[in-house]
């Protein structure tokens, strides 16, 4: 079965870094979008940042310049990578991952995700 695992989440001031890795086992599929999403107390989840197969990436506005999305294919990971954090990036973090053609754009909402990982937490103080 698809299994995706989150970690490297944690407290860190404002203005620090933090990379999250989820690893993901199980799932076979050639042509998918994977991306992170995270959600606050009370609010929606929200898309952060999406990849593609073919390493097409997008980001959302809110984190765009501070945050980067990568994967390596090797290792079956992909990562978050988090620099400049304000206390306004605090959520629960997530990765997901849809199969299937993105034709060069990943769905941004999380609806459009099958399979989701159980979360790692970001805090970040002022």
């Known amino acids: 079965q698809v299994q995706l695992v989150e970690s490297g989440g944690g407290s860190v001031q404002a203005g620090g870094s933090l990379r999250l890795s989820c690893v993901v086992s199980?799932?076979?599929?050639?042509?998918?979008?994977m991306g992170w999403f995270r959600q606050a107390p009370g609010a929606e989840r929200e898309d952060v940042a999406l990849?593609?197969?073919?390493?097409?990436?997008s980001t959302a506005e809110s984190v765009r310049g501070r945050f980067a999305i990568s994967q390596d294919n090797a290792k079956n990971t992909l990562y978050l990578q988090m620099n400049s954090l304000i206390p306004g990036d605090t959520a629960m973090y997530y990765c997901?991952?849809?199969?299937?053609?993105?034709?060069?754009?990943?769905?941004?909402?999380?609806?459009?995700?099958?399979?989701w990982g159980q979360g790692t937490q970001v805090t970040v103080s002022s």
């Open positions: 997901a991952a849809r199969p299937g053609d993105s034709g060069g754009y990943c769905y941004r909402r999380p609806a459009e995700y099958s399979y």
């Open positions: 199980g799932f076979t599929y050639s042509r998918y979008c």
């Open positions: 990849i593609d197969n073919d390493g097409i990436k």
